[in-house]
């Protein structure tokens, strides 16, 4: 989201620790598939366990990760769909504090087009999909589109991150 607020409220979510650069630059693919894979990502970096727990627990609290977990190739475990949503800007980070307190929405974001508000679905069935998709619509108070996929193509999402010093 664009905000463009320059309060103690953002530096919270913009200010970031050494562990949590690393966290976040470092450990977006190739999650170990040990039974303690925080563990593991500890002694890479040479802190506790407990270090990496709370950073990412500080990270989820103030919204700048969702979660933590494998991304399967779409529609090979479950139903998603692409979702998009038309928001007056005044409205945009309401309702996009809305779509994302779904757990089956995965990310959203926003876009400079009309249908502004993007966003991912997954559900265990077509039939709970769409009613995910009625609830959103429902909580948001505006119509969605949906635009399920017709061919996949992978789209490496990784990115490297630069800190402002």
Excluded at 62 to 67: D, M, N
Aim: with cysteine.
């Amino acid at each position: 989201m664009n905000d463009t607020k320059n309060d103690s409220t953002n530096d919270s979510i913009t200010k970031f620790t050494p562990l949590e650069q690393h966290l976040l630059n470092d450990f977006q693919r190739d999650l170990s598939l040990s039974a303690t894979p925080y563990a593991d990502i500890a002694n890479q970096l040479g802190v506790s366990e407990e270090d990496i727990l709370k950073s990412v627990q500080s990270l989820q609290s103030r919204g700048v990760i969702s979660r933590v977990g494998p991304v399967f190739q779409p529609n090979r475990i479950g139903v998603s769909t692409l979702a998009a949503m038309s928001v007056p800007t005044e409205d945009i980070e309401c309702v996009a504090r809305i779509v994302s307190a779904f757990p089956e929405v995965n990310h959203n974001y926003e876009r400079d087009h009309k249908y502004n508000l993007w966003f991912v679905v997954t559900a265990s069935s077509e039939e709970h999909l769409n009613i995910v998709l009625y609830e959103i619509e429902q909580h948001a108070e505006y119509p969605l589109m949906s635009l399920p996929m017709l061919d996949d193509y992978f789209i490496d999402l990784g990115f490297k991150l630069k800190w402002a010093n």
